[in-house]
């Protein structure tokens, strides 16, 4: 994985001095909380319902043991013992003092992590395929390429406060694991005709209140010409992004009013003009990044397990992905207990998690957008002793993608922009479900809870989503069926009148139900909705 | 009633106006009156709190109770973590926020 040079480490350590100087002059009193307030932001500092919260990057989601040693122990140093992992493979804290920021982002420099640009109108962390670099079915690691667009993107002067937010995600297989086409910018590695490598653009995507998807605008720019072409479509945004009103400010809003075609033209317009200019940087650097990515020395070992440990057997089964070496694979680790919060891990866990990563994964974890944790290169031969420790520490649910792997923001138990919680629906959710024993009948179901319209817990993407509202002064809760945010790509819709807090769990329990009645032989939920339609949902839930 | 909260600068814990200082008691918040942006802007230039705002309450036989739910869910803490919360082992207390 990447590893800062003199000048990363030179610059990250300077921002840390710097904040320090400012939070202590907003405790004297020199600073405003007018003007201090996006200086904080700047280093991801916010002020949230309880306490101030510290958004931490993790770039591309890729970690390793000593840097989640350190998370893990910021949260019992610093914060009440746990974290929170995001939605866009952050950590958050949520109970951290001002006088204490400093020391924390020192300590997170000492291991090479910051929390810089993980708020504010900028170009936020790049995410990308949790499984990069393992993925049995990816063209090539797409982390180099993340790596250098962060780089890129890192106190760019000129896209330091843009219209609003900007989210890049990068992949580089077929299949979408890091709902690249809901980003301000999608990008994918491929392989043209000629066999080259390139990348396909995806421009204009997001959730939030108005959620769309990317359109594709360039079907293939040569990897030498990667950070030029992004350059370009940030170029076009920042020129007409709309900063009159902030509902309309995401680049989604200016690729939709001025239509894919002309925005495209208007990004080749200005990327013929850069590419005069040369803005991009030497191809060496990019294998300098590239140099960091190189394969762990697998070897090869048995490929099968003993299935005999039937709780083992269905863990394997549910929470282990292909790897490019057959004797290895990728081990997601479930952040949802049942009755647990998502993405909450406490600094115990962390500290457990990052031994098992450099026991059992050549020091590397990965943390991936559905609040899960990946060690992604697992030999066989070690994974049932793997997984005894899991067990172990409370961290073995062998529930990936099932309806008891909930994604959900933290609502209105902890964000002061919510409308409602979501974190409770999620436990009584889980509960319900591992106690009718109907999870594993009803396979593959990705329910996703947001708290407001700003959408963190990705509701517009489940296949079953809920979104917190508040009517009246009473959480509402509205339901929606048919979203996806991988390759199959699709916006839920919703199905009519919002439920209470336990109606909209019923809700879904019947919802499942037809599910249940409707599906031919191993069909998705998704797919039974798609060919079904919303109807039979719509007459159970409402007639 | 109307009543005052915001957070602690340093500690950005949740404070309640009781009338001389910031408490972290709900309970402890007193009706302000007509004189809430006056007490604000006092507090706030004196750095004894941070981003203050008014809201509406009631008095009612348990206490001090903040009208809307996200400052009820301020008072107490997240409802998930009752170990997290102010009023620890109170199995009333998810009640008062909702």
Not at chain 1, 8 to 15: A, N
Request: hydrophobic share 35%; charged share 30%; proline share 4%.
């Amino acid at each position: 994985m990447y590893r800062y040079d003199d000048y990363d480490q030179h610059m990250v350590d300077t921002r840390v001095e710097e904040f320090r100087d400012q939070a202590r002059r907003r405790i004297e009193g020199s600073l405003t909380e007018d003007q201090f307030k996006p200086l904080r932001l700047m280093n991801g500092l916010y002020l949230q319902l309880h306490a101030y919260m510290l958004r931490v990057a993790i770039p591309y989601g890729t970690l390793n043991s000593r840097q989640m040693t350190a998370l893990g122990d910021i949260a019992d140093r610093y914060d009440r013992g746990y974290g929170h992992f995001t939605t866009r493979q952050n950590i958050q804290y949520n109970w951290i003092k001002l006088e204490d920021a400093a020391d924390i982002l020192s300590d997170l420099s000492q291991v090479e992590m910051h929390a810089i640009q993980t708020s504010g109108n900028c170009i936020r962390n790049i995410s990308s395929d949790h499984f990069a670099g393992a993925a049995h079915d990816e063209i090539v690691d797409p982390r180099p390429y993340a790596e250098l667009l962060r780089q890129w993107s890192s106190f760019h002067p000129e896209f330091t406060y843009l219209p609003r937010k900007f989210k890049i995600a990068v992949i580089a297989s077929e299949k979408d694991r890091a709902a690249m086409r809901l980003h301000d910018i999608g990008i994918r590695i491929l392989r043209g005709e000629n066999g080259d490598l390139g990348a396909r653009f995806y421009v204009g995507g997001g959730m939030g209140r108005t959620p769309m998807i990317a359109p594709m605008i360039r079907d293939f720019v040569p990897l030498d010409q990667l950070v030029t072409y992004a350059e370009a479509c940030l170029r076009v945004y920042n020129r007409h992004g709309r900063r009159d009103n902030k509902y309309k400010a995401r680049i989604k809003i200016l690729v939709h009013e001025l239509g894919a075609e002309e925005y495209t033209r208007q990004v080749e317009e200005e990327f013929a003009h850069l590419l005069e200019v040369g803005v991009e940087p030497p191809f060496a650097e990019l294998e300098r990044i590239r140099g960091f990515f190189t394969d762990p020395p697998f070897e090869d070992g048995p490929r099968t397990v003993d299935r005999s440990d039937p709780d083992f057997a269905l863990w394997v089964d549910r929470n282990t992905h292909r790897h490019k070496h057959d004797s290895y694979v990728s081990a997601v680790i479930s952040l949802k207990p049942v009755g647990g919060i998502p993405g909450d891990a406490t600094g115990e866990q962390m500290r457990i998690l990052a031994k098992l990563a450099k026991r059992f994964s050549f020091d590397e974890a990965r943390v991936t957008h559905t609040q899960n944790v990946v060690l992604p290169h697992v030999r066989i031969a070690d994974l049932h002793d793997l997984w005894t420790e899991l067990d172990a520490a409370d961290l073995a649910a062998p529930n990936l993608d099932t309806i008891e792997d909930i994604i959900a923001c933290p609502g209105l138990d902890y964000c002061s922009l919510a409308n409602a919680r979501s974190i409770p629906l999620a436990q009584r959710i889980s509960r319900r479900f591992d106690a009718s024993g109907k999870t594993r009948r009803l396979g593959e179901l990705k329910l996703k809870i947001s708290g407001c319209i700003n959408a963190c817990g990705h509701h517009h993407a489940g296949h079953i989503g809920i979104l917190g509202v508040d009517r009246k002064g009473v959480e509402n809760y509205q339901l929606s069926l048919g979203g996806s945010e991988a390759e199959d790509v699709s916006l839920a819709k919703i199905t009519g009148p919002g439920f209470t807090e336990d109606g909209v769990i019923e809700a879904v329990d019947k919802v499942t139900d037809v599910y249940l009645e409707h599906r031919t032989g191993e069909e998705r939920f998704i797919d039974t909705y798609r060919r079904v339609g919303m109807g039979v949902f719509k007459e159970a839930l409402y007639d | 009633m109307k009543i005052l909260t915001g957070n602690d600068l340093k500690t950005g814990a949740v404070v309640w106006w009781n009338g001389e200082n910031w408490s972290a008691h709900v309970d402890d918040a007193v009706d302000v009156g007509e004189h809430g942006e006056e007490i604000m802007a006092r507090e706030e230039a004196l750095r004894r709190v941070n981003v203050p705002y008014i809201i509406s309450a009631e008095r009612t036989a348990d206490g001090v109770r903040p009208a809307h739910i996200k400052d009820r869910v301020r008072a107490l803490g997240p409802t998930v973590r009752p170990d997290l919360t102010l009023k620890p082992r109170d199995a009333q207390s998810l009640d008062w926020v909702i």
